[in-house]
Nanobody, 125 residues
Framework: VQLQASGGGLVQAGGSLRLSCAAS????????VGWFRQAPGEERTFVAA????????DYVDSVKGRFTITRDNAKNTVYLQMNSLKPEDTAVYYC???????????????????WGQGTLVTVSS
């Protein structure tokens, strides 16, 4: 499966962006999906994820109440709605998908088999 992330850009603090991750090659309807981010000079870290079974979502504490992960299986696409953006949210955002991610590993990079190329989000103060 190929994942194509888009929707990044430059936004002022307090603003909003919606990232999209379009999948091609096969359906990801039965995959767990996640978003990770990597700030300059730092490691890639977990942001949000949805398990393949059920509506439950996981978020890193710093984005809870501001970010929402959703999926549209008809469009084979995953979204990350980001509100009340802060300068510390600046990073390259990556989407990921995997059919074998267990619930306890949703925040683990190594659990995902497929990755998108990343989209840059820059939040100015």
């Amino acid at each position: 499966v190929q994942l194509q992330a888009s929707g990044g850009g430059l936004v002022q603090a307090g603003g909003s962006l919606r990232l999209s991750c379009a999948a091609s090659g096969r359906s990801i309807s039965y995959d767990s999906v996640g978003w990770f981010r990597q700030a300059p000079g730092e490691e890639r870290t977990f942001v949000a994820a949805m398990h393949r079974n059920g509506p439950g979502r996981d978020y890193v504490d710093s984005v809870k109440g501001r970010f929402t992960i959703t999926r549209d299986n008809a469009k084979n696409t995953v979204y990350l709605q980001m509100n009340s953006l802060k300068p510390e949210d600046t990073a390259v955002y990556y989407c990921a998908a995997g059919p074998s991610v267990i619930r306890s590993n949703l925040a683990s990079k190594s659990a995902y088999a497929n990755w998108g190329q990343g989209t840059l989000v820059t939040v100015s103060s």
